[in-house]
């Protein structure tokens, strides 16, 4: 009898300690899987605001290829996933919660020429020396297709498989780098680089995608950091909205 309440004992404890961390009060842990280009800074600023409501909860930040986050996410081992939606599976099991439309530009530092431009076509760029994703990344492997299709020619001066490689290249003013506007949200922000749109080009946007098994129980603390991704996508989504289309504002 003594062992059947001690076991129910711990059983109970166990039971209170998991509905803690569902209620989010006492802890728990909140996992995510996200490529690069957000695990910059955008993440970090997520994190920063969410862990003032969440204090004593723990967050696990892992960054992998889309492909990875996609299978991750679709096997149940994160509470959510930030990928591509060009790379997401037929699955009743994941739902695409919100996308964020990020295109792909020239990245160059404010004392560039271009800098002051709102676009740009690829051949203003010909004889500049550039810095290129590698197709290992999404975004490297988005250009080289498009470039394919336009029958366009670029020979870079750099390539590289990180894009945090790239904008320390491009901050010591080795080039001009193509990559997305996601991928400097927060250096445009803060005047440190300047995005410039590549107009006529075949090259497409990429699409990125905040993803959730729908099988899986979310903690309040993993909600509320899901809820405030999807705002700020959302957000981020409006305003380029709005730059793009500067005359429909009153």
Request: include cysteine.
């Amino acid at each position: 009898m003594l062992a059947t309440i001690r076991g129910g004992k711990r059983d109970f404890e166990a039971f209170q300690v998991r509905l803690s961390a569902l209620s989010g009060l006492h802890g728990g842990l909140v996992t995510m899987a996200v490529v690069e280009a957000v695990s910059d800074r955008f993440i970090p600023d997520i994190l920063s605001e969410i862990s003032k409501d969440y204090p004593r909860v723990e967050f696990s930040v892992k960054t992998m290829d889309f492909k990875s986050i996609w299978q991750s996410v679709s096997r149940n081992e994160v509470d959510f996933g930030i990928s591509l939606l060009d790379s997401e599976k037929s699955s009743r099991r994941v739902r695409v919660v919100s996308t964020l439309q990020a295109p792909i530009g020239f990245v160059v530092r404010p004392d560039h020429p271009l800098a002051a431009w709102k676009e740009a076509r690829l051949t203003h760029v010909l004889g500049s020396r550039l810095i290129v994703p590698d197709a290992t990344l999404a975004v490297g492997a988005a250009i080289r297709e498009g470039l394919l299709t336009q029958n366009v020619e670029i020979k870079p001066a750099f390539s590289c498989n990180r894009i945090v490689s790239i904008k320390a290249l491009v901050r010591s003013g080795l080039g001009v780098a193509l990559l997305t506007q996601a991928d400097v949200i927060d250096e445009e922000k803060s005047g440190e680089l300047c995005f410039v749109r590549i107009t006529q080009s075949d090259i497409k946007p990429l699409c990125f995608a905040l993803t959730h098994n729908i099988q899986r129980q979310l903690s309040a603390a993993a909600h509320a950091t899901l809820d405030l991704i999807s705002r700020n996508f959302h957000a981020l989504s409006m305003a380029d909205a709005a730059s793009s289309h500067p005359d429909t504002m009153t």
